[in-house]
């Protein structure tokens, strides 16, 4: 089920920026999880300790792989794998069902930038 309405579609997309969309993708996805599942999809804010690395803000995931440091998956904004330490999230994993994921990546909600 597709939790995105029409409705919430043209509000996100009516915001200018990504934070605010980003804000709004995350009040409406409200099951979270603190462990990922490998095959499920989730979105959630990343913000890298690595200096000097780009990185995408508000990643949009399917996780392939667990480990102690933290977990791998596919970046749906980037088109790669991409991996994630559990020390770089910000908040919890929010879930995405597979019927929100043409939704989400119309919303263009990701956030490309370079860690200073």
Request: glycine share 4%; aromatic share 14%.
């Amino acid at each position: 089920m597709n939790r995105i309405s029409p409705d919430a579609v043209s509000r996100i997309k009516s915001y200018g920026n990504p934070d605010d969309r980003m804000l709004e993708i995350l009040d409406i996805l409200k099951e979270v999880d603190v462990i990922p599942d490998i095959g499920s999809l989730y979105t959630f804010v990343y913000s890298p300790k690595t200096p000097e690395i780009e990185y995408d803000q508000y990643p949009l995931v399917a996780v392939s792989d667990i480990f102690r440091w933290g977990f791998r998956g596919y970046n749906f904004h980037w088109k790669s794998p991409h991996n994630y330490t559990w020390l770089e999230l910000v908040g919890n994993l929010h879930k995405v069902n597979k019927e929100e994921l043409n939704t989400l990546l119309a919303l263009n909600y990701q956030k490309f930038r370079i860690n200073t």
